[in-house]
């Protein structure tokens, strides 16, 4: 069976979708099939693959208000291991709707669980806070992957956003694993960053991957392209990142096949 996994933070601009692309398009590297879910109205997802709306038939706002069948919302990426389903909210109306619908939190679990046995990963993108559309993800999820800028304010929210994730998981998924914390966008030029990293690591321990991902500017570009960063430019920090983040995912002995 697959492992379903969100990729969540209350907090904007991490890198939940950077993370959520390069870590899906990584393990697809790998042949590992793995299907990408946006689940965030901003759609960020689509648009780092620079898919125009012709492209884009349909994606999870009718799968949540229109109850279509999650595989006609496939849009093709030209990836072999790699499906995608795009949000394709288009407004404000949209967006409230989809947001009305996910009030079921378990309607994404329903949605998902045929594509487990298809699957060895599906990676939900989530939008930047803890509304109906995160609380969905985390019901339907096996596990929880958190990126987290070495910051100075990003230690304190991160305690508040764990005891916000139990709650959460308490009520409608008991099982949910907390696979880590991902430092992002790491400089290691900035000694605060390294501060915070090392306190990151001693404060929450294991629940911290090894692999940190560099800050660098062809993981920026490349959306523009409408490529992950692996198929940008393979030789880069952040491409050889998040292949180093697909391989301890694999090696981090769960139940993938
Ligand atoms: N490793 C990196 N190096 C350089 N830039 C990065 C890196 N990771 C992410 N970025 C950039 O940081 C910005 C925020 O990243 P991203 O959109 O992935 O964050 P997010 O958490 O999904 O944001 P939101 O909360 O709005 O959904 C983007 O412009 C992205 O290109
Ligand atoms: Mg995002």
Redesign the pocket.
Known sequence: MGEIIAVA?Q???????????NLSASLAILEKRVLLIDM?P?G?VAASFQLNESQIKYGMYQVFTNNLPLIEAFTDIGLEYLDIVPANVKNEAEEMEMFRQAMDFTHLKQVLEPFKKVYDFIFI????SLGSLTINAITAADSLLV?VQPEYYSLKALGKFIRSIKNISKKYNSGLEFKGFLI???DKRIKKSKEIARELRYSFKKIVFDTV????????ES?SVGKPVALFDITSP?AI?YLQLAEELLNSGTNHR
Do not use: E, H
């Open positions: 933070s907090k904007g601009g991490v890198g939940k979708t950077t993370t959520a692309i965030d901003q960020s993108d989530c939008p930047p990126p992002t966008m790491y991902i560099p800050r660098n500017s062809k993981v920026s959306p952040g990142g």
